[in-house]
């Protein structure tokens, strides 16, 4: 795993350079793309923004960073994507995206329920009738759209019953990604299994997904208080042996707190201490309700926290009173951003997550603010570094892959342009992203994607949902009555 990122919190806000120097890597004159006169926000340790910079690609990676005469001479006959009038910025990594039945049923689950209903009188009751198809569908759907919102590396904290066929769907649709199947040993929970079987499963996942491709395999635990001690020690060293990282869900809410005070005598993330699998190589989902102790614990082992606010706000869940992600920033933590599920925070925007988390921490008036500048980094390269990718994406660097994305200035919600990392938090440009790139492969391009039908999607999309909710018997209260307007216009008169 990368060692986390050690960029003070004070460090100065470079300012845009120009660039008359080319960075670059040794080469043959091949390259497969230049991205041609965009100004470039590296992310790098110096954070420089590279005004009026070439990108060149090839095989996959960034070859170089300079001037466009010089790319084009030294990569002769190379095509060119053109980014002029366009601010190009690494691809987002979302560290906790769901990317199962929710997405089939999307803002279907009421939103004035406790989250324990959602879950258990929703979640199960469709993940009980999903089938491989379902699954596979729901995440091509969950990649296609995370892609047009410049989001290029997710990782799914866990899928019940098909991890491979959720492997090929979001690998169709071109995303990065990280994926395994979830498991829980407590007897008489739905989909448990023992704690030997269910790791032997694990271990199945990831090495149907090896190392080397876009979509590769994690160890996966659903957490909470459903994992017995057996459970997360041998994911931790299953983890460790397969040398991959691992991730399970903690203290959303202050049920986690309660269960472990029964269970173990002390709070969730003390009980992992002294398990001894806390550490570099595990992502906690959420740990919002932790208290000093804890959070010393996860500070001190190096231990990442994916942060997901959209949902904490939609589920209810009491982040304003008891979330402490904004002090683990400053405290030099690892922190990464998601948007958790499509009942949850609804919507796989990265951008909008990193906003709802600034707002909230700047709403609690503490000193030093969470900044701009620091909130996308959380959502690029310290998310990437949060899940062991710090090596490969989360910047525009020579040698790293070549995920990027573009996003269209001459669109009115830049006018004026302001400080680029104000804007980009703040200035809501989400729906400026025109071009992505995966692994140096173009996947959107002026808008639209290039890996998958939309129209098509979206029709098996609604045929599918229509099917799971009949075979898990739900039914999708609606608040507003539907009248056909035949009848509409009748009644009126």
């Not at 769901?98 to 689950?109: E, G, K, N, Q």
């Not at 996860?298 to 209810?316: D, F, H, I, K, M």
């Not at 990027?404 to 980009?424: F, I, K, M, N």
Request: proline content about 6%; charged content about 20%; aromatic content about 4%.
């Amino acid at each position: 795993m990368t060692a986390p990122d050690t960029t003070p919190d004070t460090a100065p806000v470079t300012a845009p350079v120009t660039a008359p120097v080319t960075a670059s890597a040794p080469g043959d004159g091949h390259a497969d793309l230049l991205v041609v006169g965009g100004d470039v926000v590296t992310m790098a340790p110096g954070r420089e923004v590279v005004t009026g910079a070439t990108i060149a690609v090839a095989a996959g990676r960034v070859a170089a960073i300079g001037p466009a005469d010089e790319l084009r001479a030294r990569f002769p006959g190379a095509p060119e994507l053109d980014a002029r009038e366009c601010v190009v910025i690494p691809g987002l990594v979302n560290a906790h995206q769901h990317t199962t039945a929710d997405p089939l049923v999307r803002s279907m689950i009421p939103d004035d329920i406790a989250s324990e209903e959602a879950i258990f009188g929703w979640i199960v009751p469709l993940h009980d009738q999903v089938t491989g198809d379902d699954d596979e569908l729901s995440a091509t759907l969950t990649a296609a759209e995370s892609l047009l919102r410049g989001v290029t590396t997710i990782l799914e904290p866990g899928t019940v019953a098909h991890p491979l066929r959720v492997a090929t769907g979001l690998a169709s649709a071109g995303i990065r990604a990280r994926v395994g199947r979830w498991g829980w040993d407590v007897p008489g929970v739905a989909h448990a299994l023992p704690a030997a079987e269910s790791l032997a499963l694990q271990e199945e996942t990831v090495r149907a997904l090896p190392p080397g491709g876009t979509v590769t395999g994690w160890v996966t635990l659903v957490g909470h208080d459903l994992a017995s001690d057996e459970l997360f020690v041998g994911a931790a060293e299953l983890a460790e042996r397969l040398d991959v990282g691992l991730t399970w869900h903690i203290s959303p809410s202050a049920a986690d707190a309660r269960a472990y005070a029964e269970r173990a005598g002390t709070r969730p993330v003390l009980h992992f201490r002294r398990l001894g699998v806390l550490g570099p190589r595990l992502l906690l989902g959420h740990a919002v309700w932790l208290d000093d102790a804890e959070l010393d614990a996860v500070v001190e082992t190096g231990t990442a926290v994916a942060s997901c606010p959209g949902a904490y706000l939609r589920l209810g869940q009491g982040y304003g009173r008891a979330g402490r992600h904004g002090e683990l920033v400053r405290r030099g933590g690892r922190v990464a951003l998601g948007c958790d599920s499509h009942n949850a925070g609804d919507v796989p925007d990265l951008l909008g997550a990193a906003r709802l988390l600034a707002a909230l921490e700047r709403d609690r008036d503490e000193a030093p603010v969470l900044r701009a500048d620091q909130v996308f980094a959380l959502a690029t390269i310290d998310g990437a570094e949060a899940v062991g990718l710090g090596h490969l994406v989360g910047s525009i660097e020579v040698g790293k892959a070549a995920d990027l994305v573009v996003l269209d200035t001459r669109d009115l919600s830049w006018t004026p342009r302001g400080d680029l990392a104000t804007h980009l938090v703040w200035g809501a440009p989400t729906h400026t992203v025109r071009d992505v790139l995966v692994d140096g492969k173009v996947v959107v391009r002026d808008r639209g994607l290039t890996t998958v039908d939309t129209g098509a999607l979206r029709r098996e999309a609604a045929e599918r949902s229509a099917a799971l909710l009949r075979r898990a018997g739900l039914d999708v209260p609606h608040r507003w009555p539907s009248i056909p307007a035949a009848a509409y216009s009748r009644r009126s008169s």
